[in-house]
């Protein structure tokens, strides 16, 4: 069963127009979230990230949202750009050592940009 | 130049045969993992190992093998058990930092049954 969920498999921007890309966890008891960008034939490359303490955080184009009450979280990328059309995966993880002390993976979006 | 690399990029498989991915790295990680990729799936764990000589089965473990005899080494090998290998397979290593784990990727290798 899925603990952390893209529910949007898919995502069509223009360039320059803000792009939103959700994701929602069902266990209250991680801490930390990150968001990875993939290209196709490469690795995913970590992107930005969110302590549980926090509610926002922010790096150039993107900012990460946590509403814990709703389980939710969201990348925002502002604005858009071609060269960020890629696969995004969400990922939670809880306390080092505990059984929830891995990263768990959504099934990803694919967000296009369109120019 | 540190990194993971992964070998071959592309691997193709004949029925019954056992196919082995290599995964190097170089950043003096103690954790490593190795990871598939579906259309559609995300990326699901099927090994990882926290230290040399130990490793733990993730969650669709079943008809894979590994070994960590070495910290820089952590071969998949597939196995003809494996009814339905044809994916992409993710290798990473990670580090803690701040409180979080965060995982760095090889650039992966296709397998493909003929």
């Known amino acids: 069963d899925q603990q952390v969920k893209q529910n949007s498999p898919s995502l069509s921007v223009q360039e320059g127009r803000i792009s939103i890309l959700n994701c929602d966890y069902t266990?209250?008891?991680?801490?930390?979230f990150l968001w990875y960008k993939k290209y196709p034939a490469e690795g995913p490359t970590f992107l930005i990230s969110?302590?549980?303490?926090?509610d926002k955080n922010e790096d150039g184009r993107f900012t990460v949202f946590l509403n814990k009450s709703a389980k939710h979280l969201s990348l925002h990328i502002v604005p858009s750009q071609p060269g960020d059309s890629a696969v995004y995966f969400c990922?939670?993880?809880?306390?080092?050592?505990?059984?929830?002390?891995?990263?768990?993976f959504g099934r990803g979006t694919q967000l296009t940009v369109w120019p | 130049d540190g990194g993971i690399t992964q070998s071959p990029k592309y691997l193709f498989r004949k029925e019954g045969q056992n196919v082995t991915l290599s995964c190097e790295q170089n950043?003096?990680?103690?954790?490593m993992y190795w990871y598939r990729q579906d259309p559609g799936q995300g990326l699901r764990l099927i090994y990882y190992?926290?230290?040399?000589?130990?490793?733990q089965k993730g969650d669709i473990a079943e008809g894979y093998s590994v070994s960590r005899e070495k910290k820089e080494s952590f071969p998949l090998t597939v196995t003809s058990a494996q009814k339905n290998p044809t994916a992409f397979y993710l290798c990473?290593?990670?580090?803690?930092?701040?409180?979080?784990?965060?995982?760095?990727f090889g650039s992966g290798t296709q397998l493909s049954v003929l």
């Open positions: 969110i302590s549980s303490i926090k």
């Open positions: 266990n209250s008891m991680f801490d930390y």
């Open positions: 190992s926290q230290i040399v000589n130990d490793f």
């Open positions: 990922a939670a993880s809880g306390r080092r050592g505990s059984t929830l002390g891995r990263l768990y």
């Open positions: 990473a290593s990670s580090i803690w930092d701040s409180g979080a784990e965060k995982l760095f």
């Open positions: 950043l003096n990680h103690d954790a």
